[in-house]
Each structure stands twice: as C-alpha cells, then as structure tokens.
C-alpha cells in the first residue's frame, strides 16, 4: 500500500497568516492527490482535486500543488472560518490512503 | 440537492454483523463508483472499500477484506456495506462517499454523507 506522510500534525496560526501543509506518498502518484477540510463532527468537505484543480465553490486562497511524491497545500490568508484538520488522500492506486491529519488551531 | 444519508449503525457485540446503507439522491447514481470511509473516535480518515458504477468492481482495505462486502442497488439508489466479524477496532462513524470521474476512473470523494456510528463492544 502507499503510505501518506502528511505533516506537520498540528500547527498554530492566526487570521491572515499564510499556511502550508505538506503530503509525500511513498511512492511516485503521480497528480493523483485530493484534499480535504473537516470540522469537528462534521464530514470532510473536497477542497483540491488532481493536486491543484479547485473544487468548486472553494474560496481562491486554497491552492494545491505537486506531483509525483510531493504535494503542498496553501492557504494564502487564513481565515477564521478555516480552522480545521485537513486530509490528504491519494487515489492512484488502491487501497486508497489518507494522510494521518493535520488541525490548524488559532495561535 | 445532491444527497448521501447512511442508515443502518448502532451498537453490536464482537464477532457481530451489521449491514449500513447509503441513499442517495440528486445525481445519477449508477454513473459513479461509490466508496465507504470510517473514522475511529479521536482519529484520522481511513478508506474502507468501493465499488464501480455498475458494482463489477470492488475493492477493499486489507484490514476488511474477507469481513466487509459493498454492495449497491441502483435500481434504489442505495449502496450497502456488510460487515460481519466485528471487532473493537471497527468502531467508528463510517461515511459514504461518491468518487468524481477522472479519466474514466473514480476520482476524489466530492459528496460525503453525515455518517453513522458503529460501536463494538460488549
């Protein structure tokens, strides 16, 4: 199986901050990479597809980008609203694989 | 409104058996592979199983196989999961999700049900 190393597992930051959030796949995956947002007791909710298409909907200060076995999540100018863990799960081969998590908590 | 509602948790003993399901509603069901993700109290996502639009394939976490079978009727729009031999590690709110069309191939999980919660224990 592939395994996800997503890091790091927790960060703090405040409203405005730039944010980045990394995923390595143990293997070459090639775009094959979505994230996700959840809020606590919530389901997760599509953020990025194909490591950088937008879903729709999602605000403009998400982006995605990599490919192969690297990938990076930014949040260009947080916002409250977006104080969460996310997810990255890869879909290229199966068993499909998430990455462990990582919670963004208000500094 | 496109629309995932699972049904069917609860409290079981070890060794039991459960059977959830998943409506959907406001897409064309038979269209897309559909899959279950379960999340233990406290924890992170894990993938569980999926099974293609028109239910030929299916494929499974190796920590399930052999215990859990997807399934779907899509003359009800409604996918299923039994799982059987349960155990504590089982424990969890299981999701179903609908997998976008990428290439012809399932993709990215962009409608996910509320989930319902499974408990083992005795």
């Known amino acids: 199986a592939i395994r996800i190393t997503q890091s790091p597992s927790s960060l703090s930051a405040s409203t405005g901050d730039r944010v980045t959030i990394t995923c390595r796949a143990s293997?070459?995956?090639?775009?094959?990479l979505a994230w996700y947002q959840q809020k606590p007791g919530k389901a997760p909710k599509l953020l990025i597809y194909?490591?950088?298409t937008l879903q729709s909907g999602v605000p403009s200060r998400f982006s995605g980008s990599g490919s192969g076995t690297d990938f990076t999540l930014t949040i260009s100018c947080l916002q409250s609203e977006d104080f969460a863990t996310y997810y990255c799960?890869?879909?290229?081969?199966?068993?499909?694989?998430f990455g462990q998590g990582t919670k963004v908590e208000i500094k | 409104e496109v629309q995932l509602l699972e049904s069917g948790g609860g409290l079981v003993q070890p060794g039991g058996s459960l059977r959830l399901s998943c409506a959907a509603s406001?897409?064309?069901?038979?269209?897309?592979?559909m899959s279950w993700v379960r999340q233990a109290p406290g924890k992170g996502l894990y993938w569980v199983s999926i099974?293609?639009?028109?239910?030929?394939?299916?494929y499974y976490a190796d920590s399930v196989k052999g215990r859990f079978t997807i399934s779907r009727d899509n003359s009800k729009n409604t996918l299923y999961v039994q799982v059987n031999s349960l155990r504590a590690e089982d424990t969890a709110v299981y999701y179903c999700?609908?997998?976008?069309?990428?290439?012809?191939?399932?993709?990215?999980?962009?409608?996910w049900g509320q989930g319902t919660m499974v408990t083992v224990s005795s």
């Open positions: 999700a609908k997998a976008q069309l990428y290439y012809d191939s399932p993709g990215a999980f962009d409608i």
């Open positions: 406001g897409f064309t069901f038979s269209s897309y592979a």
């Open positions: 099974i293609s639009g028109d239910g030929g394939n299916t």
């Open positions: 293997q070459g995956i090639s775009s094959y």
């Open positions: 194909a490591a950088s």
């Open positions: 799960q890869q879909y290229y081969s199966y068993p499909w694989t």
